[in-house]
């Protein structure tokens, strides 16, 4: 399974440079880059990602602001051309901190160090909890992340399984199947028909949920109370 990362500067060189550097790392993939600090703030708060490259002294928001509000802390990269932010860097449990200009030598020593932190949190730290599982699609069987599920529909006996990246799985199964083998506090059932995965959502409106993907999906009254109390309204 990938590094999922992000990469968040004002500096289009430099965000150019990430993209150059994470290219030649396959177990690495950079999902989006963002000139924009509330727009990457904004992604983080609706997608989980495993690694976050960060520069420090943005408009609107410093990275150290940003990295503080949130809730779930990927794993942090801070480049910046500035030492003097270091040891606030720091203190935030970064992995890291690379000073401009970033040399591909200095990359390629942080990412040995990015995997062997990933390979920690997801076998010696992390719960025994399963990250994927098993349909039977187009004649053979399908392996589907969790991290990779956006929202499920039913279809009478088939359910259409809505990814991220890629195009949708068709299978056999009815929806309350597939629910047993999905963990409650990743995603929700919010209607007799759907599945949503909590971290697509970025709004709850009345009776409807939005995905930061921009589609709209229905809340039935049955499970409105179920999505009331996880969003804390």
Known sequence: ???????????????????????????????????????????????????????????DITGIDLVRSLEEKPMVIFTTAHKRFAHEGFELEALDYLLKPISLERFSRTMQKTMAQYHYRHTVAAPREPESFFVYAEYKQVRIWMDEVEYIESLEDYIRIHLLSGRPVLTLMPLKKVLEKLPHDRFRRIHRSYIVAVRSICAIAYRRVLLHSGISLPVSSTYAEDIREWSGK
Do not use: H
């Open 1 to 59: 399974m990938k590094i999922k990362a992000i990469a968040i500067d004002d500096e289009p060189l430099a965000l150019e440079l990430i993209r150059t550097y994470t290219a030649q790392f396959p177990a690495l993939q950079l999902l989006q880059t963002f000139d924009d600090a509330l727009s990457g703030a904004e992604f983080l708060r609706c997608r989980r990602v495993d690694l976050l490259f960060i520069d420090i002294n943005m408009p």
